[in-house]
């Protein structure tokens, strides 16, 4: 059996994955996708530019990152032992064994954690290569050049890892005269030339022993110097006459200059003072999500109920506000400031959170723009389907919404890169970012016991180590925020926010009905929830102060009745309702009758009614409709011309510029709605009649938009492919790698031609196209193509070909594994592939 030759190249490694491990490449990394890569030598290139190399490195955990980080200040390659030291640490090194280093630092491994790290090193080492970050074996370990660029320590973009440059970048432009000062200082002999002078310097701070002697004769200021700057910044400014201890650093090269005025602590020398760790602190475990308290789950259940319930009301009260058309559409798109405070009003909720139930509503679909030319919020046709449905569908409609919405309702109120406010609805709200950090918060809970409320702290924790470059921009240390400031820090608190609002999750901790969404999915969860709510009542109970009390949730036909009829005045485990003129009128000016109202309240009140509510109906009813307006501009007119002269004489109505038609009608010069609006509020109760005479019967709520499909979430980077799109790119690039890379005959077909370069295409005469295919066909030998499709994209492809007739040659086709056919004048050429390339 032969030895297998280790890689070369990345091109190298991925063309000896298996297919299994390279549709994991693509599944992690669909990027690479976009489009499919004609073979395996273009996977590698796109592989390895820096945008796709920057996305797979925001995806990587805590300690794969720091991996990548060690590799990045390793030689190029590493073996995987000098890859665990950087991690671990040299025991054998320059630790005093208390615990400290010997520059007075902490340590930041000890036993129990070395041997934790070396038991992570090879699962982080495999996702590495996994996300083909890492290639070649354990022995010769190398990172993919621009991660290794984004990672190593630079003056510009200094390294997590706190390291300098190495003795040899930072002495690149010193003077070989200056070198052999420095070695000279450093008990080192002289050498003939400045490469093996920067050899031996590096070889000092390498060997631990010679290292030791030398910092045993250190002044102790000197080694407080490089106490500061062991575990970075490594750099430090200096001034033209530096103090003794920095003078004997700088003689030594332990501190090599950068500028006049800067200098840096070696990367060599640096891990020495560390005992050989990259990184003070690795970090190989992910921080365990704690509890803050262990409630009854049953508590649990039917706090995260009622909440789930006061959810649907809140979004349906929403919208029934809005029934008539909402608040105007602001020219940058978005809910205004008022319009928003009016809402929360309302609502009897603060501003904050109003937001979040119109973003909600918005997500599943409930909410959208009218389309007029003065554009205004109003619910959509679907709105009506989804309060048709019981509590529970309603909950998982809007939960299921939310859990995929980018909309982040927590943004509102902030600015954005230009420094304008961010509103409501507004166009500026989508982060794509948030439906991932929601589901991600949600399975942690979902982790802990049922009844478990977690600790936000360490819910944080847990997150920024799964994508530590993802929150790399936390606030200072000591800040009022500190460690909350970057976005999905702050989307993880907004989401454990939300949820307690939502029902998701009951006094902090997750509800059964819950994980029965995030798992098992919308049916199971709304079975759970189900017994858990209200059922809603078909009564209410009338009292003498002209109040209904509706002791629970009610029916919707009662409820829908009810709010015409009367305003709410009170919200909470019962809702009070209050009869007044203008909601009796309301309710006529919507076709009810003085007998409609006498026969419902008394089919739905479980008390009598009460007096002094059926004077209030019959005396609002023998009012309403005895002044009649219409369109003139607009008119009144009224059979009793003393009303007419009352309304003439009273001096509000001269805004209306009133003047008599006849002694029964009044012309006015304002349109009939305002004409309404203000005699209304001069106390009567005139109806709107048509150009027939007959009375308008005005129905609440009746305002829909077009219909409208729900806000489409913003991708985060292109989608991850299924296992069929996956298969067929694996296919694809195999087939390509395979065209690309075997031996083919050359034309006389006697000796095998060398592989053409990587995307070239082969060029054959029509003739030597036809009687190469017709020979295949005949001996079912494969052959290379070049084809161009009709849009001018050209490919190479391998086919077997079992007919050729018509201008056509049908073959099985290795790339898409089917059989095609192909018009024999978009190929571009053929040739055959040697006996064994496709054995």
């Known amino acids: 059996m032969g030895m297998t030759t280790p890689p070369r190249t990345l091109a190298e490694a991925l063309r000896a994955r298996d297919d299994e491990s390279l549709a994991g490449l693509l599944r992690a990394?669909?990027?690479?996708?976009?489009?499919?890569?004609?073979?395996?030598?273009?996977?590698?290139?796109?592989?390895?530019?820096?945008?796709?190399?920057?996305?797979?490195?925001?995806?990587?955990?805590?300690?794969?990152?720091?991996?990548?980080?060690?590799?990045?200040?390793?030689?190029?390659?590493?073996p995987y032992e000098t890859l665990l030291g950087l991690l671990t640490g040299d025991d054998t090194g320059n630790d005093t064994g208390d615990g400290r280093d010997g520059t007075g630092g902490t340590s930041g491994t000890g036993e129990n954690d070395g041997a934790v790290i070396t038991d992570a090193l090879p699962g982080a080492l495999a996702t590495l290569r996994e996300q083909a970050l890492v290639w070649g074996e354990d022995d010769r370990l190398r990172l993919v050049r621009t991660a290794r660029e984004l990672l190593a320590p630079s003056p510009q973009h200094p390294s997590p890892t706190g390291l300098g440059p190495t003795v040899a970048e930072a002495?690149?432009?010193?003077?070989?005269?200056?070198?052999?000062?420095?070695?000279?200082?450093?008990?080192?002999?002289?050498?003939?030339?400045?490469?093996?002078?920067?050899?031996?310097?590096?070889?000092?701070?390498?060997?631990?022993?010679?290292?030791?002697?030398?910092?045993?004769?250190?002044?102790?200021?000197?080694?407080?110097?490089?106490?500061?700057?062991?575990?970075?910044?490594?750099?430090?400014?200096?001034?033209?006459?530096?103090?003794?201890?920095?003078?004997?650093?700088?003689?030594?090269?332990?501190?090599?200059?950068?500028?006049?005025?800067?200098?840096?602590?070696?990367?060599?020398?640096?891990?020495?003072?560390?005992?050989?760790?990259?990184?003070?602190?690795?970090?190989?475990?992910?921080?365990?999500?704690?509890?803050?308290?262990?409630?009854?789950?049953?508590?649990?259940?039917?706090?995260?109920?009622g909440q789930a319930f006061l959810a649907v009301s809140t979004v349906e009260e929403l919208l029934k506000n809005w029934n008539g058309g909402g608040p105007p559409i602001l020219r940058a798109g978005g809910l205004s400031v008022r319009d928003l405070k009016r809402t929360a009003v309302a609502l009897e909720v603060p501003e904050p959170v109003?937001?979040?139930?119109?973003?909600?509503?918005?997500?599943?679909?409930?909410?959208?723009?009218?389309?007029?030319?003065?554009?205004?919020?109003?619910?959509?046709?679907?709105?009506?389907e989804w309060a048709e449905l019981p509590a529970q569908e309603r909950w998982v409609a809007l939960a299921t919404a939310w859990l995929a919405a980018t909309r982040t309702p927590g943004l509102v109120g902030g600015q954005d890169a230009k420094g304008r406010a961010l509103s409501a609805l507004g166009p500026e709200l989508d982060r794509s970012a948030a439906p991932e950090v929601r589901h991600r918060v949600l399975a942690l809970l979902a982790a802990l016991e049922p009844g478990t409320a977690p600790d936000p702290e360490t819910v944080l924790a847990r997150l920024r180590w799964e994508r530590p470059l993802r929150g790399a921009a936390s606030a200072a240390p000591g800040g009022p925020s500190e460690g909350t400031s970057d976005l999905r820090s702050r989307i993880a608190l907004w989401t454990l926010n939300e949820s307690e609002l939502l029902g998701i999750t009951g006094r902090g901790a997750l509800a059964a009905h819950t994980r029965a969404l995030l798992g098992s999915g919308p049916a199971e969860a709304a079975a759970l929830l189900a017994p858990l709510i209200p059922e809603p009542l078909d009564h209410?109970?009338?009292?003498?102060?002209?109040?209904?009390?509706?002791?629970?949730?009610?029916?919707?036909?009662?409820?829908?009745?009810?709010?015409?009829?009367?305003?709410?005045?009170?919200?909470?485990?019962?809702?009070?309702?209050?009869?007044?003129?203008?909601?009796?009128?309301?309710?006529?000016?919507?076709?009810?009758?003085?007998?409609?109202?006498?026969?419902?309240?008394?089919?739905?009140?479980?008390?009598?009614?009460?007096?002094?509510?059926s004077y209030l109906i019959d005396d609002v009813a023998r009012r309403h409709g005895h002044l009649r307006i219409g369109a003139a501009s607009s008119y009144v007119r009224c059979d009793d011309e003393a009303v007419l002269n009352e309304i003439l004489a009273d001096r509000r109505s001269a805004t209306l510029r009133l003047r008599r038609l006849a002694p029964t009608a009044l012309a006015a010069q304002v349109d009939p709605a305002s004409l309404l609006d203000g005699l209304r509020e001069m106390g009567y109760a005139p109806a709107a009649e048509s150009a027939d005479g007959d009375v308008l019967i005005t129905r609440a709520g009746a305002r829909r938009t077009p219909p409208r499909t729900p806000p489409v979430p913003v991708p985060e980077g292109p989608p991850v492919p299924d296992g069929t799109l996956l298969g067929a790119a694996v296919r694809a690039i195999r087939a390509g790698d395979t065209a690309a890379t075997v031996a083919r005959k050359d034309t006389s077909g006697t000796s095998d031609a060398p592989a053409a370069p990587s995307g070239s295409l082969p060029r054959t005469t029509s003739a030597e196209t036809l009687a190469t295919v017709q020979a295949a066909a005949m001996t079912g030998s494969a052959l290379w193509i070049g084809y161009v499709n009709a849009d001018g994209a050209a490919s190479q492809r391998v086919i077997a070909p079992v007919r050729v007739e018509g201008g056509f040659v049908t073959a099985y086709d290795h790339t898409a594994d089917e059989i095609r056919t192909y018009p024999l004048h978009r190929i571009t050429g053929v040739a055959e592939l040697a006996d064994d390339a496709t054995a």
Do not use: C
């Open 29 to 78: 990394r669909p990027d690479l996708l976009n489009p499919v890569p004609g073979d395996i030598t273009q996977l590698a290139t796109r592989a390895g530019t820096r945008a796709s190399v920057v996305r797979a490195l925001e995806h990587l955990d805590k300690f794969a990152l720091q991996t990548a980080e060690a590799l990045a200040v390793a030689p190029d390659p590493a």
């Open 171 to 305: 002495t690149s432009g010193m003077s070989p005269g200056r070198i052999q000062e420095i070695l000279a200082a450093a008990g080192l002999p002289a050498t003939h030339d400045p490469v093996s002078a920067v050899a031996s310097l590096a070889g000092l701070f390498t060997d631990r022993t010679r290292m030791a002697e030398l910092l045993d004769t250190a002044p102790a200021e000197a080694l407080s110097v490089l106490d500061r700057l062991v575990w970075g910044p490594p750099y430090g400014e200096i001034t033209p006459n530096p103090t003794p201890p920095v003078r004997w650093l700088r003689d030594r090269g332990l501190l090599l200059p950068v500028s006049t005025r800067t200098v840096v602590l070696p990367r060599e020398a640096a891990l020495h003072l560390r005992a050989g760790r990259a990184h003070r602190v690795p970090e190989p475990r992910p921080p365990a999500v704690e509890a803050v308290a262990r409630r009854d789950p049953q508590a649990v259940d039917s706090a995260a109920a």
């Open 354 to 384: 109003a937001a979040f139930w119109a973003e909600t509503a918005y997500a599943a679909g409930l909410l959208a723009s009218d389309g007029e030319a003065d554009e205004r919020y109003a619910p959509t046709p679907a709105y009506d």
């Open 540 to 613: 209410v109970l009338l009292q003498a102060d002209l109040t209904a009390v509706a002791p629970g949730p009610l029916e919707r036909p009662l409820a829908d009745m009810l709010s015409a009829l009367a305003d709410i005045e009170s919200k909470g485990g019962a809702t009070v309702y209050r009869f007044t003129p203008g909601s009796v009128r309301r309710a006529l000016d919507a076709g009810q009758s003085a007998a409609d109202l006498h026969a419902f309240l008394a089919a739905h009140s479980r008390t009598p009614v009460p007096q002094p509510l």
